[in-house]
């Protein structure tokens, strides 16, 4: 015979899996389109990764890790994977495709050093996408000195492009836009970042913190310019100057010469799309 406290057990361990269910459900869905409300995530933390670059990065806070694309705003990519975004970027700043990779690495370094204290994001989880396996969504991030999208912009170092969302606390997404787009004819009149590329480093305005560099890609003696070398004629030395080629790459490229293009390298026995698009740009 059971008696009622067992069905009344019974009936409340199967209304909360229940809700347990709904509730998993509810989340789940607001990680793929959205939650409507804004979430403010304070006290975050910039997360090493070979992957973050000036507009996406990796963020740890209250224990557990995002990736985060910022509204707005498109930093130059920091390499060769997407050549039709990097061609789309060095239209926009009227110079050549190593130099959008020059300005790339800046606008990394300059996120990077913005993110180097606790800084707060503002998203509704809505998926950014991105080429990565890990979930990505999209994000305002607030620094000591602001809107790091608006910084980016005020500084040369991305394009006002993509996603949009009406800023929490502003007023419009069009009041957004316009105020990007006055901060972006300053830094034009002032040619800053990508707006003064003539050849030279990136210029830094007032606004730019002091850059640390990266140490895998800096000039340092010994590394080549991008865009400088020639895949037909360069001797054994320039090319194991290139990150990436060593010995026994250097001699394989010398062997398959000659080349219609540096663009055939990536024909060279060794050499796989992740090196390729590293050394690329090195070349003419």
Not at 121 to 145: C, H, L, P, Q, W
Not at 188 to 194: D, E, I, V, Y
Not at 234 to 242: D, G, P, Q
């Amino acid at each position: 015979m059971i008696s009622r406290s067992s069905i009344s057990l019974r009936f409340a361990g199967s209304a909360f899996t229940a809700v347990a269910v709904l509730w998993a459900t509810s989340v789940a869905a607001d990680a793929r389109g959205g939650s409507k409300d804004w979430i403010v995530l304070e006290n975050c933390r910039l997360v090493p990764s070979a992957a973050n670059d000036g507009d996406s990065f990796h963020v740890s806070v209250n224990g557990k890790q995002y990736i985060f694309r910022l509204y707005f705003v498109d930093a130059p990519e920091t390499d060769a994977a997407d050549p039709k975004r990097l061609i789309e970027q060095a239209k926009h700043f009227g110079i050549a495709v190593p130099q959008v990779i020059e300005v790339g690495e800046t606008a990394k370094a300059f996120s990077r050093e913005k993110l180097n204290e606790p800084f707060t994001v503002i998203t509704r989880m809505a998926n950014a996408m991105g080429r990565s396996n890990t979930e990505r969504f999209y994000a305002f991030v607030r620094t000591k000195d602001g809107d790091l999208g608006e910084q980016l912009v005020a500084n040369g170092l991305a394009r006002i492009h993509g996603t949009t969302a009406t800023p929490p606390g502003g007023s419009t997404s069009v009041a957004e836009r316009e105020k990007l787009a006055q901060l972006e004819s300053e830094a034009k009149r002032q040619k800053l970042g990508g707006w003064g590329m003539t050849g030279q480093p990136p210029k830094k305005g007032d606004t730019t913190p002091r850059a640390f560099e990266n140490p895998s890609h800096s000039h340092a003696k010994g590394t080549p310019e991008l865009g400088r070398i020639d895949v037909n004629t360069a001797t054994e030395k320039e090319l194991r100057s290139v990150p990436g080629i060593g010995p026994v790459i250097a001699a394989r490229i010398i062997a398959a010469r000659p080349f219609r293009s540096a663009d055939d390298l990536k024909k060279v026995s060794g050499i796989g799309d992740k090196n390729y698009a590293r050394i690329r740009p090195y070349f003419q």
